[in-house]
């Protein structure tokens, strides 16, 4: 009886230690949980608003400077070629030399066109010498005629001979016309003064007629081709020698100024835009080769009232997807994501806005990667 009252009570003891285990450990799990579950509920309840910073939506003056992009390109290339065959004698030139107009740029061997010169010639003066022989004898025939000394058909067959002598004549005057032109062919000479941009064959070499061997620019001007897009010609006044201001990226800080020459008047099935050329007469104290980029700056007025414009940092550019920018609700304190229509740039750092927007709307200019539809935002700055 007393074994069993004592392992009863040891049994309750046991039971009191393993409660006493379980609360040590389960009890400040849960109060740790509480305690997160607050913290949850008192972050959400407290959501701090995002910094952005915005700009509003501003309407330009009739007249502003467009930018565009482009590049230069020579105003006048040409890839020269021989007219005759033959082995080179002499080359002149080398890639980025500068030749005057008319300057020899490389010579072929002449002996084979002067000899067949002096043949024809020497033909030439046969030619001649018979020719007049036989008008000599014709006019002796045509006083034997009159006289009754001779018959009509003597005299015929002599004065088709004369005739005969006279088209052979003819004929070696043109040949030996074509022989000199031939001579003068193998010399190779500059049809402007430029820059020799390529050479292709080498001294010794055998060339054949038509065989490109020299191209060469002229590099006096230069034109710069830029492309406009479709919904912005139809806003320019353009007019031949109108000017812009062109930049080069290898020449920071200096200008030149360059005229308006001419416009397609057919878009790009591809890039839906126009090219407008301009001439840039090149200066001396500074080197401008082709394929250069530029920045052209153009002032030109718009037709009607003067264009939306945001800053060029507003926009979001998506592939496929066309330009969007986040309009700022100062009411809500949120942000709305909207598509939008842009131009060309405008004053270094702005872009014209042709669709999607209204004058007054502010729109986010920085810290729109990092916000979402109806997040809670802070503007820093409005403009």
């Known amino acids: 009886m007393k074994r069993s009252l004592l392992y009863i009570m040891w049994g309750l003891a046991a039971c009191v230690v393993v409660l006493a285990v379980l609360m040590f450990h389960v009890l400040p799990g849960a109060a740790d949980q509480n305690s997160t579950t607050e913290a949850m509920i008192e972050s959400t309840s407290g959501e701090e608003a995002r910094p952005i910073t915005v700009s509003r939506v501003e309407r330009l003056?009739?007249?502003?400077?467009?930018?565009?992009?482009?590049?230069?390109?020579?105003?006048?290339?040409?890839?020269l070629a021989f007219r005759v065959d033959g082995p080179l004698v002499a080359v002149e030139i080398q890639p980025g030399s500068y030749v005057e107009s008319g300057q020899l740029l490389m010579q072929i061997d002449p002996r084979d066109y002067e000899d067949n010169v002096r043949m024809l010639e020497a033909?030439?003066?046969?030619?001649?010498a018979a020719k007049n022989a036989a008008a000599l004898?014709?006019?002796?025939?045509?006083?034997?005629?009159?006289?009754?000394?001779?018959s009509q058909s003597d005299y015929d067959d002599l004065k088709t001979a004369y005739d005969s002598s006279v088209a052979s004549v003819q004929a070696i005057e043109a040949q030996l016309s074509i022989a000199r032109h031939q001579?003068?062919?193998?010399?190779?000479?500059?049809?402007?003064?430029?820059?020799?941009?390529?050479?292709f064959a080498e001294n010794h070499e055998m060339v054949a007629a038509g065989q490109v061997v020299v191209k060469m620019q002229d590099l006096s001007e230069l034109e710069i081709d830029v492309s406009v897009p479709e919904n912005?010609?139809?806003?320019?006044?353009?007019?031949?020698?109108?000017?812009?201001?062109?930049t080069f990226a290898s020449?920071?800080?200096?200008?030149?100024?360059?005229?308006?020459?001419?416009w397609s008047a057919e878009v790009d099935s591809v890039t839906k835009t126009y090219t407008v050329t301009f001439v840039l007469p090149a200066p001396e104290d500074a080197r401008m080769?082709?394929?250069?980029?530029?920045?052209?700056?153009?002032?030109?007025?718009?037709?009607?009232?003067?264009?939306?414009?945001i800053p060029a940092s507003a926009v979001i550019a998506s592939a496929g997807e066309g330009s969007t920018v986040w309009v700022y609700d100062s009411d809500s304190n949120t942000a709305s994501q909207r598509a939008v229509t842009t131009g060309a740039?405008?004053?270094?750092?702005?872009?014209?806005?042709?669709?999607?927007?209204?004058?007054?709307?502010?729109?986010?200019?920085?810290?729109?990667?990092?916000?979402?539809?109806?997040?809670?935002?802070?503007?820093?700055?409005?403009?």
């Not at 014709?138 to 034997?144: G, I, P």
């Not at 080769?289 to 414009?309: H, R």
């Not at 872009?351 to 916000?371: N, P």
């Open 183 to 199: 001579l003068e062919d193998t010399s190779l000479t500059s049809p402007f003064s430029g820059v020799v941009t390529g050479q």
């Open 289 to 309: 080769l082709p394929g250069m980029t530029v920045q052209v700056s153009w002032t030109n007025g718009d037709q009607g009232q003067g264009a939306l414009s």
């Open 137 to 150: 004898d014709l006019r002796r025939l045509s006083t034997l005629l009159e006289q009754d000394a001779v």
């Open 61 to 79: 003056e009739n007249e502003h400077v467009r930018q565009y992009p482009g590049a230069t390109r020579s105003c006048l290339e040409a890839e």
């Open 123 to 128: 033909q030439l003066a046969g030619a001649v």
């Open 345 to 383: 740039l405008v004053n270094h750092s702005h872009i014209l806005v042709l669709d999607g927007l209204s004058e007054g709307e502010m729109v986010v200019t920085a810290g729109m990667d990092f916000i979402t539809q109806g997040m809670l935002l802070r503007p820093l700055e409005s403009l």
């Open 251 to 262: 020449m920071p800080g200096r200008e030149f100024e360059a005229r308006l020459k001419e």
């Open 232 to 246: 912005e010609m139809p806003l320019l006044d353009l007019e031949n020698g109108q000017i812009a201001t062109v």
